[in-house]
């Protein structure tokens, strides 16, 4: 697999931003990819807090607008990360920790469409107490967004 890595990471366009000495290419990538992590996790931690009791006066209707911006900052993210992933392919395909954060990303995005749909089904009622299983998905998934943000930013330090 390695020669086809070394020869995606070697495409003119992935070298001409690895390599250039401009702000506006692999700092411009990080940074997107960042708003979008910011974005999704953010508007999914809201929903998971509500989930959990915080802002109980917010009826849970009003929530239903986020999900569509969730969805941006995940296509956001994943447009930026398989650039970010191209960079240096023959690298982090060989590290552990990038296929736990991947792993935790699938993870928390199927997560994050079962809280929905649950959300909307008629067996969620729509004023507190919130059940359990609502609790749970929250806390798993504000455990799984931990987990895929702590170990993006770990890839850069660990093999």
Not at 7 to 22: G, K, M, T
Not at 52 to 78: A, H, I, Q, Y
Not at 129 to 155: C, D, E, H, N
């Amino acid at each position: 697999m390695t020669p086809v890595l070394l020869w995606i990471q070697h495409l003119p366009v992935f070298v001409s931003i690895a390599e250039a000495d401009s702000v506006w290419a692999y700092p411009t990538v990080l940074m997107l990819h960042t708003v979008g992590l910011g974005w999704l996790v953010g508007l999914n931690t809201v929903v998971n807090l509500r989930l959990l009791g915080v802002g109980k006066r917010v009826p849970f209707g009003s929530f239903e607008k986020l999900f569509p911006m969730m969805w941006w900052g995940f296509w956001l993210n994943l447009a930026t990360g398989i650039i970010l992933f191209c960079l240096d392919a023959d690298h982090k395909a060989h590290q552990w920790i990038f296929y736990a954060k991947l792993g935790s990303v699938v993870l928390a995005m199927f997560l994050l469409t079962a809280e929905r749909n649950y959300i909307r089904s008629d067996e969620f009622p729509k004023t507190d107490p919130v059940p359990v299983k609502a609790r749970r998905y929250a806390w798993a998934s504000l455990s799984l967004w931990w987990i895929a943000t702590a170990t993006g930013r770990l890839m850069a330090y660990v093999g």
